[in-house]
């Protein structure tokens, strides 16, 4: 509006998918390497931190303030408003298995893989991003009630990082 009439304005809904991808050949705590080769325990402990990723409170405090209607994605391949998305939700079981924020879940999951000393992750994000600064604070807070430490990696220039995963072990999209 402040532009004037000279300037159209359209606006309008798009899909972004927001995702931490890990690093499981690194020697970190996703890796069965650092249980001594023991894939089952690495799965566990990729599975506990991604049951403590409190993605509905990502949404509600960061997400909803500029869209209200905002809602988790809960596939990689179908939009929330395509007609087959209730079907393949219902069917994926990615809602009842990642990212809750369930602190006790993720700790009940350590706790069944025999996993006694919090397990360190180095989240690597763009540090020039206000909104990944936000979510690092909340996935750091919640991880570490689930039993986890969590490192802020951050970087300005983060993209360049990506490729060396011996600095990180989870990063954010």
């Known amino acids: 509006q402040a532009l004037g009439s000279a300037y159209t304005v359209q606006t309008g809904e798009g899909g972004t998918y927001e995702h931490v991808d890990m690093a499981v050949t690194n020697g970190g705590p996703f890796d069965p390497k650092a249980y001594g080769g023991d894939a089952a325990k690495a799965k566990a402990v990729r599975l ?55 602190a006790a879940k993720a700790k009940d999951i350590l706790a069944k ?19 990944r600064q936000q979510q690092f604070q ?22 360049s990082i990506l490729p060396d995963t011996s600095k990180y072990d989870a990063a954010l999209f």
Not at 89 to 101: H, K
Not at 140 to 159: H, I, L, P, R, Y
């Open 48 to 102: 506990a931190f991604l049951t403590s990723i409190p993605r509905q409170k990502i949404i509600d405090n960061l997400i909803k303030p500029l869209n209200p209607q905002a809602t988790i994605r809960n596939s990689y391949t179908t939009v929330p408003s395509a007609p087959t998305y209730a079907a393949i939700t219902a069917a994926n079981g990615m809602q009842a298995t990642f990212g809750n924020g369930d």
């Open 113 to 131: 893989a025999g996993v006694t000393t919090a397990p360190t992750v180095r989240l690597l994000y763009a540090s020039t991003n206000t909104r």
């Open 138 to 159: 909340l996935i750091k807070e919640a991880a570490e009630q689930a039993g986890f430490k969590v490192e802020d990696k951050s970087a300005e220039k983060w993209g």
